[in-house]
């Protein structure tokens, strides 16, 4: 079993920083890729930024130059560090990763449970 946990939302004021962090653990084998989502009130989940076991990145149009993404291999961590918050930017963010556990023979999607992310004006 693959546990994803995020930690570092909160409440922010518009212009502000956050930093976010994912730690996945459990039967791991190996991780692909890892990312970020975000899901604001009444909207359909959103990519915000991913990056591949490798480093290489991608992001949302609407973050980029705003948002990093980086990631600790060693550690099964990732994290992304937000500047310049806008309140376009209050979602709940969630951390996936495409893990090959163990027992398996190809690697799935596993997702945290979240972390709220308010900018206020």
């Known amino acids: 079993q693959v546990q994803l946990v995020e930690s570092g939302g909160g409440l922010v004021q518009a212009g502000g920083s956050l930093r976010l962090s994912c730690v996945a653990s459990?039967?791991?084998?190996?991780?692909?890729?890892m990312g970020w989502y975000r899901q604001a009130e009444g909207k359909q989940r959103e990519l915000v930024a991913r990056?591949?076991?490798?480093?290489?990145?991608n992001y949302a149009d609407s973050v980029k130059g705003r948002f990093t993404i980086s990631r600790e291999n060693a550690k099964n961590t990732i994290n992304l560090q937000i500047y310049s918050l806008k309140p376009e930017d209050t979602a709940v963010y969630y951390c996936?990763?495409?893990?090959?556990?163990?027992?398996?023979?190809?690697?799935?999607?596993?997702w945290g449970q979240g972390t709220q992310v308010t900018v206020s004006s």
């Open positions: 996936y990763a495409d893990v090959l556990s163990v027992g398996h023979y190809s690697s799935s999607d596993h």
């Open positions: 990056i591949s076991s490798g480093g290489s990145t």
């Open positions: 459990g039967s791991i084998v190996s991780i692909n890729a």
